[in-house]
Nanobody, 125 residues
């Protein structure tokens, strides 16, 4: 199984980015796909996840209304659309796949079996 995250870069505050996560070696309809991020000197934190049916999405409070996660099953890709970016969104963003999650705690890292290599997002003027 491989997860390939990309799309990171430098963007000004208020700008937008889209991060695709392409999966190989697994079927999207059997996994929940999530995004986490880690800023310098901080612990990795949950951002969002989408369930294997694609019907349920979960977001951490700080990104609600600004970030959107979606799936393209035909392309085995999960996209993270990030709008109204803030300097505090600066981090390395990772995508991860979970065979099962407790939907009451979707951001628990131990649920996620596979992790991508990360892509850097920097929000700065």
């Amino acid at each position: 199984v491989q997860l390939q995250a990309s799309g990171g870069g430098l963007v000004q505050p208020g700008g937008s980015l889209r991060l695709p996560c392409v999966a190989s070696g697994l079927s999207f309809d059997e996994y929940a796909i999530g995004w986490f991020r880690q800023a310098p000197g901080k612990e990795r934190e949950f951002v969002t996840t989408i369930t294997w049916t694609g019907g349920n999405t979960y977001y951490t409070d700080s990104v609600k209304g600004r970030f959107t996660i979606s799936r393209d099953v035909a392309k085995n890709t999960v996209n993270l659309e990030m709008n109204s970016l803030k300097p505090e969104d600066t981090a390395v963003y990772y995508c991860a796949a979970a065979r099962w999650i407790n939907t009451a705690r979707p951001g628990t890292p131990s649920y996620y079996d596979y992790w991508g290599q990360g892509t850097q997002v920097t929000v700065s003027s």
